[in-house]
C-alpha cells in the first residue's frame, strides 16, 4: 500500500502562484504514474497532471497547460504540481494519486489505486 500526503494548499489572489507538493511512503516502488486531480463544488474530479516515476514523461489537462508544472523527486519519494497565473476557476480541493501500472492513458481517475486525503486551493479575484 502506498500513502500519499499532500501539503500546500492555500488562499491566493487571481494570477498568484502555488507549489503542491506530495509526499509518498509504503510501497512506493509499487507506482509507476504520480497523477494530479481536482474537485470543485458541485463537479466531478479531474485530471490535471501525470508523470511517469522512471522518466520525465508528462501529461496536462488542456485547463492547465502552460501554467503547471508536474515534477517529481524520486529520492524524496515525491512529486510536486507548480501552478502559475492562477484563475478564480481552479479553485478546488486538490488530490494525488498513485497508479500501479503504466496504461495507454493517465487521464480517467480508476487508472489510479492511491489517494491523498486532499489539499484546498483557493484562488480569489
Known amino acids: 500500500q502506498v500513502q500519499l500526503v499532500e501539503f500546500g494548499g492555500g488562499l491566493v489572489q487571481d494570477g498568484d502562484s502555488l507549489r503542491l507538493s506530495c509526499a509518498a511512503s509504503?510501497?512506493?516502488?509499487?507506482?509507476?504514474?504520480m497523477g494530479w486531480f481536482r474537485q470543485a463544488p458541485g463537479k466531478e474530479r479531474e485530471f490535471v497532471a501525470a508523470?511517469?516515476?522512471?522518466?520525465?514523461?508528462?501529461y496536462y489537462a488542456d485547463s492547465v497547460k502552460g501554467r503547471f508544472t508536474i515534477s517529481r523527486d524520486n529520492a524524496k519519494n515525491t512529486v510536486y504540481l507548480q501552478m502559475n497565473s492562477l484563475k478564480p476557476e481552479d479553485t478546488a480541493v486538490y488530490y494525488c494519486a498513485a497508479a500501479p501500472y503504466y496504461s495507454s492513458t493517465y487521464y480517467p481517475s480508476d487508472v489510479y489505486t492511491n489517494w491523498g486525503q486532499g489539499t484546498q486551493v483557493t484562488v480569489s479575484s
Open positions: 509504503g510501497r512506493t516502488f509499487s507506482s509507476v504514474v
Open positions: 508523470i511517469i516515476w522512471s522518466g520525465s514523461t508528462t
